[in-house]
């Protein structure tokens, strides 16, 4: 059975840090765009980054990049998000995808496995 499974996430102070783990398992990621979504309370759930190793893109949302970095280890067969500089408009639930097809977006309908979610609070 194809699943993910993503952790890490806590409760931080505003400019600290957390990563993200997404595990696979049924499935290699290496084949699959990936990406990550949040919501918050309330809100749509929104796409904050995605990567293709096929095609070598990486995209973020305006509102992380410079501080959220993609990644993965084909060897583990995970993806990671990176968090840095963290602000309390970053609150939410946060969710790992991945795609049937290599083509990465920020689109929710572009996947089509996805993990349970892991909350992140950023507060003081």
């Known amino acids: 059975q194809s699943r993910l499974v993503d952790s890490g996430g806590g409760l931080v102070l505003p400019g600290g840090s957390l990563r993200l783990s997404c595990a696979a398992s049924g499935f290699t990621l290496d084949y699959h765009a990936i990406g990550w979504f949040r919501q918050a309370p309330g809100k749509e759930r929104e796409g904050v980054s995605c990567l293709s190793n096929r095609f070598g893109i990486t995209i973020y949302a305006d509102s992380v990049k410079g501080r959220f970095t993609i990644s993965r280890d084909v060897a583990k067969n995970m993806a990671y998000l990176q968090m840095n500089s963290l602000k309390p408009e970053d609150t939410a639930v946060y969710y790992c995808?991945?795609?049937?097809?290599?083509?990465?977006?920020?689109?929710?309908?572009?996947?089509?496995?996805w993990g349970q979610g892991t909350q992140v609070t950023v507060s003081s």
């Open positions: 995808a991945a795609s049937n097809s290599a083509y990465c977006a920020l689109t929710y309908s572009n996947y089509d496995y």
